[in-house]
Structure formats: C-alpha cells, structure tokens
C-alpha cells in the first residue's frame, strides 16, 4: 500500500494529537507517514518531538518536497495564518479521515480537513477547507461547516446548522438544529464556549462566494429565491446601499431584506432576526448622543419596517409586526400589530399566522 508523506505544521499540544491521528487515517484513500513537525520558532528546530524532527518551513521543504501539510493548531485564525505561510512555500495539503469515523458518501470535505476518531456525521454535510473536527463529534443532516472552523471534543451539531469562517466551538458544546427554510447559522469569527447549548442564530454570517449547492436550493420558489448573506464592512455600503456602524455587534438572520440608504448603528447592538424586512431611508439606533439613550434593538422575526421609519435605542419589534413607513418608534412594539406615527402607536392587531 503506498503511503503519503504528512507534515504537521505545529508542535503543540493539538499538534501531536493530530500526528497521532495521522497515523490512524486515511488520505485520498491512501495509508499516511507522519515526517516531521513544522514550527515557526527556530529555537525547536533540529529537536525532537516524540521519535519526530522540528522543523522550520523551509527546511521541511527542502527536506520532504514531497509532503503535504496539514495544520496542527487549533486557534482559526493562527491555523489559516500558518497554511497561507505554507502555501505560499510550495506546500499542498492533506485532508485526514481516521479509520474509526462514521460517515456517509454524501459529505464534501474541503482541503486540509481533519476528522479525528470517534466521529459520526450523517448525510449531505458540507465541510469547508481546514476545518477541524475533534474527538467524539457528532454532525447532522444538511450542515454546512465553513473554512478554518474548529469543532472541540464532544460537540453535537444537530441538522440545518451553517457555520461561519474561523467560528470556535467549545468542548461539549451542543447546537440546536434548524429548518430547511430557516437554518441556524453561527457568524464568521464567533467563539462558542464550552458546554453552551446554542438554540438561535449567533453573529453575523458571510460568504465571499455563494453558497454551496445545497444552500442555494433551500431558497427556490420564492421571493427570496437565490438569496445570500451579503458582504457588509464596517462603515461601508453594501452592494445594496446600506450601512453598518459597530459591525461586531450586528447580528442579520436568514433571508432578511434591508432597503437603500438604511443607516443602522450597533454599538450597544442591533439583532435583525429571519424574514425581517426594513425599508429603504430607514434608521436604527442602539445609541443616541442627542438624549444620552442607548440600548440593543431587536427587531424580531418577520416584522416588517416602512421606510423613512427611526428605530429608537432599546427597542424591541416583535414578531410579524408592521411599522408604517415615516414612523418614529421609541417603545416596544408587540407581536402582530400594525403601528405606525410619531411616535408610533399601534393601530391595529393582526391575526396571528
């Protein structure tokens, strides 16, 4: 059986964990050697790390030209800094399966992907590029898993679940699944600390391209047809024409629509839940320099926003509420009412849906 050359870039804790693994996997169907450790800090090259040689970048490049890396640190945003390094050298990469993980043939995996032992993932999972995924995970139906994710031991990830580049998910943390229509999704960068049990959509979540298929096809037959998460930056227009101040503390839900020239200020921060729709010239402040208010706004599922409305600090929309457009809102507005005015008052109750 002919063996791949695998480099683990990384000399740490996890590192090792991760070469122990490689000896126990398979790559593109084939056996592995694990060469050498990779590392950054010149003071450990020459060493050895269990019957294993330190190396730097370049000499590891010299030494095994043959060899793939894959990444042996478990912070995002270090392993994608390392692999750009390595890439950058001449470098492929390995993606590593160990042989007791239970999966089913529909699942991509990305480049770089590593599945330690004990692993279940079910059916129509899509697995970005250099996701980690440790010991005795579990991943349900239609989860995507964006690139540089990590999933610590002992995390259960139920269906319909999208998660963001660099996202960090604790030990025994357990996510909650979405719907078809309606999945939950854990932004770009969002760290999830052990043991929480995530039952609602966290952060913000962008893609720099559109989603994979299996994405795409959740938003067929409506009006929302082949919509995505748009690409928003601090302080920038988006390709629709409205803004975000604080874009930490923003939060957008799944197949929302916010109109041109809306200005929306986060810094005590502003949660958009699914289906909410806001329109164009509107306003929404979590603070107000003008009478020293501040506080989160929230507007809930499904509320609808005219336009040319003002969201005070504070506030909370609830569901299936419609604000009039040219409304000033400076309390709560309840479920399934219709309110509108300066200041808004409510007008009207709808039946729920």
């Known amino acids: ?56 970048l370049k000499q590891a490049k010299e030494k095994y030209p043959a060899a793939r890396v894959v990444s042996g640190l478990g912070v995002p945003k270090m392993r994608e800094a390392t692999i750009e390094k390595a890439r950058a050298a001449g470098f492929d990469f390995a993606t590593l399966v160990h042989r007791r993980t239970e999966m089913s043939k529909w699942i991509e995996v990305g480049e770089g992907t590593i599945i330690c032992a004990g692993n279940i993932l079910t059916t129509n999972i899509v697995l970005g590029k250099h996701v980690q995924i440790n010991l005795h995970c579990t991943i349900g139906h239609d989860v995507v898993i964006d690139d540089y994710v990590t999933l610590a031991p002992g995390v259960h990830v139920s269906g319909y679940v999208h ?36 039952t609602k959509s966290i952060g913000y979540r962008k893609w720099e391209e559109s989603p994979p298929a299996l994405y795409k096809k959740e938003a067929e037959g409506d009006r929302f047809e082949g919509w995505t998460f748009p690409e928003i930056e601090e302080g920038v227009l988006t390709k629709y024409n409205w803004l975000v101040q604080n874009l930490k503390n923003f939060s957008l839900g799944f197949k929302t629509d916010i109109g041109a020239f809306t200005y929306i200020n986060a810094k005590y921060g502003v949660t958009i839940e699914d289906f909410v729709q806001v329109g164009s010239h509107c306003s929404i402040y979590s603070t107000s320099t003008i009478d020293n208010k501040k506080g989160p706004v929230v507007l809930k599922r499904n509320c609808r926003v005219g336009s040319h409305s003002v969201i005070m600090p504070g506030v909370t929309v609830g569901e299936n509420a419609v604000i009039g457009a040219c409304s000033f809102v400076n309390v709560d507005i309840p479920a399934n009412v219709v309110a509108m005015g300066i200041p808004a008052r409510i007008t009207r109750v709808l039946k729920e849906p």
Request: proline share 1%; net charge negative.
């Open 1 to 56: 059986m002919s063996m791949n050359q695998i480099a683990v870039y990384g000399a740490g804790g996890f590192g090792r964990e991760v070469a122990c693994t490689a000896n126990s996997a398979m790559s593109d169907g084939e056996s592995v050697e694990v060469v050498c450790f990779i590392d950054d800090d010149e003071a450990v090259s020459g060493t050895l790390l269990n019957d294993l040689e330190v190396l730097t």
């Open 163 to 198: 998660i963001g580049k660099r996202a960090y998910i604790g030990t025994g943390a357990v996510i909650i699944g979405g719907t078809r229509n309606n999945p939950l999704t854990i932004g770009d960068d969002v760290i999830i600390g052990a043991g929480a049990c995530v």
